[in-house]
Each structure stands twice: as structure tokens, then as C-alpha cells.
């Protein structure tokens, strides 16, 4: 168990629809990314915060979005669901947004009907 | 752009046998972390090893072990006397300094080997 946590485990929805994905980080660290797996793209890098700061953007569609709340949980949005946005989204967390390891959550896993 | 390259896609080993996962980088940074983690069939993500780009020094832990070569830009990862437990898909991964603010960082995933321990 690697202290990140990550709700729901899974979540089933149809086109056209917003979801909320919740990632609460190990105790202590202050940094959050987000991730996405899917089969075609394989793992990649979405938007990382540090201290409620968002610190980098990578490969995320306009049509998600995320924060780090003051109690640095963190939280990703997304919005006008489409088919190929079924993947497995992964949460993980570091003390500080530097080369220190990254945590990862156990994912949740979205299905876009 | 940074990139990480793991060529063998699946790999099939009889229990007890050691097995070498391959990967190869590309950076343009002088100072980088290179990561290997698991992904056993449950899905989640486990983080096993963590080497710095200015220490080649290759460890063991365990039945793990790790060769670092900074000549080649490789980091290949080695399972002494493999177990079914074992069986997971294994990624590479660098990390990549990106925006332009102080502490931008990201990890930059291969594609994965998928390891099946045969009893």
C-alpha cells in the first residue's frame, strides 16, 4: 500500500457526461500528478500540483481540468466524455515537486459507454 | 524530447530462472532519475527502484538488481530466480524537468514489458 488513495476504483458513465476522479496523497507529501493509461498511448503524464500551485501540464485535454485543495487532496475533472477517454487514471504523489520518488495510487478505472 | 524505450514487449520465463528487462533512454539533461515499476494483473503501480544519472554504481536488493550504464543509456533490470509472483507488466521511467517553473517535473513511461512466470 503506497498511502495514496483514489476514489472511485471505478466508474462507469456515458457520452457527453462529467466526472469527478479524487486523489488524496500520502501523508506529508505535497506534490500531486495525475496520469492516464490507456492501451493505445500507454502511461502518460497529465498535470502535476505542488502546495495547491499547479507546477506542469503535460498531454491534458482542454476538456480536463484538476486542483489541489488547501488540505492537498486533489481532484480531476472531466468533461464531455468521450469514448476514448476510457483508460485507467492514475494518482501519485512526491514530498516535494522535485525528482524525489512518485507514489502511485491504486487508479481508477473509467469507462465511457 | 525525452524518451524511454522498452523493446521486448512480453518476455515468458520458467520459475526460478533470472530475467533482464531492457531499457533505453533518451535525454538531453545532465541530471535525471531513471525509476523501474511494477504493475502486477491488480493494476496498481509499485515503485522498485530509483537510480540518479551521476551515481552508475549497480546494486542488489534482494533478487533484484540493476545495471546502469550511462555510455549505452541503459538501465536494464534484472529478477534473480524469478517467482509467479513475479508476473507483471515492468516499466522504465525518467524523469523530465518541464515548465519553466522551479520543481516542474514529470515521469516519462516506456511502454512496458510484460513479465509471465511460468511454474
Known amino acids: 500500500d503506497s498511502g495514496v488513495t483514489q476514489t472511485p476504483k471505478h466508474l462507469i458513465t456515458a457520452t457527453g457526461q462529467r466526472v469527478t476522479l479524487r486523489c488524496s496523497p500520502r501523508s506529508g507529501d505535497l506534490s500531486v500528478y495525475w496520469y492516464q493509461q490507456s492501451l493505445d498511448q500507454g502511461l502518460q503524464f497529465l498535470i502535476q500540483y505542488y502546495n495547491g500551485e499547479e507546477r506542469a501540464k503535460g498531454n491534458i485535454l482542454e476538456r480536463f481540468s484538476a486542483q489541489q485543495f488547501p488540505d492537498l487532496h486533489s481532484e480531476l475533472n472531466l468533461s464531455s466524455l468521450e469514448l476514448g477517454d476510457s483508460a485507467l487514471y492514475f494518482c501519485a504523489s512526491s514530498l516535494y515537486p522535485s525528482t524525489d520518488t512518485q507514489y502511485f495510487g491504486p487508479g481508477t478505472r473509467l469507462t465511457v459507454l | 524530447a525525452q524518451k524511454v524505450t522498452q523493446a521486448q514487449t512480453e518476455i515468458s520465463v520458467v520459475e526460478k530462472e533470472d530475467v533482464t528487462l531492457d531499457c533505453v533512454y533518451e535525454?538531453?539533461?545532465?541530471?535525471?532519475?531513471l525509476f523501474w515499476y511494477k504493475q502486477p494483473p491488480s493494476g496498481e503501480l509499485v515503485f522498485l527502484i530509483r537510480?540518479?544519472?551521476?551515481?552508475?554504481q549497480n546494486e542488489i536488493s534482494g533478487r533484484y538488481s540493476w545495471n546502469f550504464q550511462k555510455s549505452t543509456s541503459s538501465f536494464n533490470f534484472t529478477i534473480t530466480a524469478s517467482q509467479v509472483v513475479d508476473s507483471a507488466v515492468y516499466f522504465c521511467a525518467l524523469s523530465e524537468a518541464k515548465g519553466s517553473g522551479a520543481g516542474s517535473y514529470q515521469l516519462t513511461f516506456g511502454k512496458g514489458t510484460k513479465l509471465s512466470v511460468i511454474p
Open positions: 535525454t538531453r539533461d545532465t541530471t535525471y532519475y
Open positions: 537510480r540518479n544519472s551521476f551515481d552508475e
